[in-house]
């Protein structure tokens, strides 16, 4: 099985420039008085604890290839000794109660069966695959982001649309309380109006306090840590609105996109390259290893004296191959094999979840247009039937419990128009990532 290689996307050169941010947390910012769906995906980008983590796996790798990197550069070494003994058990001629050396050696790897390279090239793709989980983690968290930005939006919608029912039931017990003072309506007609305008304060109160708690997942979802008493009381004024704005998505254009743009998917490529690599790496203990070596020595001479000391300068070369090792060599060379066939087996599976969730999102998208366009028509109704209702319960062709089931009516069609307008606005949102394309104030 093949594997294609991709190159990079533009977001992961963001991906890059933010790994290179410092691992210390900044200094957040103040609650800001306003807050729009702009801002809040800038914060994230700096804050949103998965991105920061993914940005740390990169440096890492980083860390990694620094040290694979070293066998290919020539290594400097230097190594000393002194050492007082009794004189008849010194090795030296003359005999001596003393005996120093230092040793300054460099050595350069000359052969080592493709190892060396090997192992570089695949720690190299693994920082590369490092760079896409970042660019992974940046599509999952910021998707986070806008769900949670457009639930508090939701919440206040459904506070305003709460209001507004209630506004029109204590309008319509008014005018029943000065019709039974009139007495040309009776105490139950007023009294089913009082436990309507009751029964409105239970969804308006609900309604509230999911306000409160979208606030609080927005804040997670943002990485905003901050929780001074400022912090705590303060609450901004979001700016956006749940708009209907219809757009045009194509099933197999968004499967083409999934395979050819999903960071995950060129992540576990670039690991399946890495495991390739690995299997070079392995081998090579097959074959001997041959080092140039140079270096300076000095010796104690045969005074104790140590301007007497013997020194010089020394080159030559160095190899060692291990003919027989027990089969460790085979046994790692299964290993690599066999880590790379689970790679691959990963990244098929990885891209039949791709598809699932393509079709999936395609789906809520095509479900979720399909709502936002009948929600519209039934709100113009529904306004409309509230409209007639009024004018024939003052005309007294109608009973107040026509009014209220219109009312009801109209409180239930704003809801869902936007509830749908969220689920359309979310089900896009939820498709693009999936074809994983960045969001778009990530890439503008």
């Known amino acids: 099985m093949k594997i294609a290689r991709h190159h990079l996307s533009p977001v992961a050169a963001l991906a890059l420039a933010a790994a290179s941010l410092s691992a210390q947390p900044m200094p957040q910012q103040p609650v800001p008085d306003q807050l729009d769906l702009k801002t809040a995906i800038g914060f994230a980008l700096e804050n949103n604890f998965s991105i920061r983590q993914a ?11 620094i040290e694979v990197s070293a066998r290919q550069i020539p290594n400097v070494a230097a190594t000393g000794s002194y050492q007082n003994n009794q004189t008849p058990i010194t090795l030296q001629s003359p005999p001596s109660d003393r005996y120093w050396t230092i040793n300054l050696t460099a050595s350069q790897v000359l052969f080592a069966g493709g190892g060396v390279r090997s192992t570089i090239k695949s720690s190299q793709l693994a920082r590369e695959a490092a760079v896409l989980d970042l660019q992974s983690a940046i599509n999952d968290a910021l ?3 806008r769900t949670s930005f457009y639930n508090v939006i939701l919440a206040r919608e459904k506070i305003t649309v709460q209001e507004k029912n209630l506004e029109l039931l204590q309008s319509q017990l008014k005018t029943t309380t000065d019709r039974f003072d009139a007495g040309t309506v009776s105490s139950f007609e007023k009294l089913r109006a009082e436990v309507s305008v009751a029964n409105a304060k239970v969804p308006l109160i609900t309604a509230k306090n999911d306000y409160r708690l979208a606030i609080e997942a927005l804040r997670q979802a943002l990485g905003f840590t901050t929780n001074r008493d400022e912090a705590i009381r303060k609450i901004p004024t979001f700016i956006g609105t749940l708009d209907y704005t219809p757009a045009t998505f194509d099933l197999q254009a968004a499967f083409d996109a999934a395979h050819a743009n999903r960071p995950d998917l060129q992540r576990l490529a670039k690991l399946a390259a890495s495991r390739e690599e690995s299997i070079t790496a392995a081998k090579a203990n097959y074959y001997p290893s041959v080092s140039a070596v140079g ?3 000095l010796r104690k001479g045969f005074t104790n004296d140590f301007g007497d000391s013997n020194h010089g300068w020394l ?4 190899s060692q191959w291990n003919i027989f090792d027990g089969r460790a060599t085979a046994g790692r060379v299964v290993q690599a094999r066999s880590a790379l066939e689970q790679t691959k087996l990963t990244f098929t599976e990885a891209q039949l979840s791709a598809e699932v969730e393509v079709r999936r999102a395609f789906s809520n998208w095509q479900q979720a247009t399909e709502l936002a366009d009948a929600s519209k028509k039934v709100v113009e109704q529904a306004e409309e039937a509230v409209r007639l209702a009024n004018a024939r319960y003052n005309a007294g062709t109608a009973t107040q419990l026509d009014l209220l089931q219109a009312q009801t009516d109209l409180t ?7 509830q749908a307008y969220y689920n359309y606005t979310v089900a896009v949102a939820s498709l693009r990532k999936a074809m994983g394309q960045a969001d778009e104030f990530v890439t503008k």
């Open 295 to 297: 270096g300076w020595q």
């Open 412 to 418: 239930t069609a704003r809801t869902n128009q936007i």
């Open 143 to 145: 998707l986070q982001v």
């Open 315 to 318: 080159v030559g070369l160095q």
């Open 55 to 65: 940005r740390e796996r990169i440096k890492q790798q980083e860390g990694v290839v």
